[in-house]
């Protein structure tokens, strides 16, 4: 099993930024894929950014792409969501995910392993 507690969120001016940490239990944290997700009041959870296990592989959601930068730290066993140049459309509640499978990055259905979420709200 993997327990997942997020950290790092907070009220931030737009142009901003924010560094969102996630850490995991479990001996086997490394070898999984790890997921940032958001969810904005009245709207779905959509996907933010993963990276693979091996972490040489991340992937993003066009909307930030450029500005939003996932890393992780194996020996920690923690999962990093860098957010620059913030904007008010990035107010959310953010999730850590992770899972065993590789691959289908963005499907919120594949993570089999969920954090409780940290606020991140942008003024604009």
């Known amino acids: 099993q993997v327990q997942l507690v997020e950290s790092g969120g907070g009220l931030v001016q737009a142009g901003g930024s924010l560094r969102l940490s996630c850490a995991a239990s479990?001996?086997?944290?490394?070898?999984?894929?790890k997921g940032w997700f958001r969810q904005a009041p009245g709207k779905e959870r959509e996907f933010v950014a993963a990276?693979?296990?091996?972490?040489?592989?991340?992937y993003y959601a066009d909307s930030v792409k450029g500005r939003f930068t996932i890393s992780g730290d194996g020996a920690k066993s923690t999962v990093y969501l860098q957010m620059n140049i913030l904007k008010s459309e990035d107010t959310a509640l953010y999730y850590c995910?992770?899972?065993?499978?590789?691959?289908?990055?963005?499907?919120?259905?594949?993570?089999?392993?969920w954090g409780q979420g940290t606020q991140v709200t942008v003024s604009s």
């Open positions: 990276i693979s296990g091996s972490g040489g592989i991340t």
């Open positions: 479990g001996r086997t944290f490394s070898t999984y894929t």
């Open positions: 995910a992770a899972k065993i499978q590789y691959g289908n990055w963005g499907q919120v259905h594949s993570y089999n392993y």
